[in-house]
């Protein structure tokens, strides 16, 4: 017997869709153009990404196209071995709030 409160139905086929996914960022380098960073988890190349960066409460919103990601090493995590990518992601032409926000975000990056 279902225990379901909600029918599922079976279905073939795909869809495009959106999933967010929080995660922390070791950055490496950024810029205007874009931002290089090492992460715990595979994002494919040539997808598009979006990410919200915050720091000391700026915070900016940037999509972007991911260039590469490529396995550099493992890590240590809690006693587990975990996969470490170098992503590189170039961003979307941004509009002048965006750019002025994200110029106050690598300034406080660049101060520590």
């Known amino acids: ?4 409160k909600s029918v599922r139905l079976k279905i073939e086929g795909s869809l495009c869709g959106t999933m967010v996914v929080r995660t922390h960022l070791d950055i490496i380098d950024i810029s205007r153009t874009g ?15 979006t990410l919200t960066l915050e720091k000391s409460g700026v915070s900016v919103d940037l999509r972007g196209l991911v260039v590469r990601s490529v396995l550099r090493r493992t890590k240590d995590v809690k006693g587990a071995k975990m996969p470490l990518y170098e992503v590189a992601v170039h961003f979307e032409k941004l509009d002048d709030e965006t750019e002025k926000n994200l110029d106050r975000l690598i300034s406080l990056l660049k101060d520590g």
């Open 1 to 4: 017997m279902e225990k379901r």
């Open 35 to 49: 931002i290089r960073f090492n992460c715990l988890r595979r994002i494919n190349t040539n997808s598009t990404c």
